[in-house]
């Protein structure tokens, strides 16, 4: 199994800028793609970014051009640098692991709040 820890959250001002950290432990050689979701209050959880083993990275309409998704493999660190923070920015983070094994479940963090706000 794999054990997600995020970091990184709080308050900023609008424009700003935060970097979300996820540090994986356990079976991280299992991972297959590491994503980070967010979740706003009386909101759907989201897809906000993705990378995959090979480090290639997708992301949701609303944050590109603003936010990047990166990994650090000797480390096994993932990290969501946002920049350009709108206040429809704040929620509550999430990290998330897909595992390369068809019986894992996937892994999740236990959330990290960004607020945006002046």
């Known amino acids: 199994h794999v054990q997600l820890v995020e970091s990184g959250g709080g308050l900023v001002q609008p424009g700003g800028s935060l970097r979300l950290s996820c540090a994986a432990t356990g079976n991280i050689f299992s991972i297959n793609i590491m994503r980070w979701y967010r979740q706003a209050p009386g909101k759907q959880l989201e897809l906000v970014a993705a990378?995959?083993?090979?480090?290639?990275?997708d992301y949701a309409d609303f944050v590109l051009g603003r936010f990047t998704i990166s990994k650090e493999d000797a480390n096994n660190w993932v990290y969501l640098t946002m920049n350009s923070l709108k206040p429809e920015d704040t929620a509550v983070y999430y990290c998330?692991?897909?595992?390369?094994?068809?019986?894992?479940?996937?892994?999740w963090g236990q959330g990290t709040q960004v607020t945006v706000s002046s």
């Open positions: 990378i995959t083993r090979s480090g290639a990275t």
């Open positions: 998330n692991a897909e595992s390369l094994l068809p019986d894992d479940d996937p892994a």
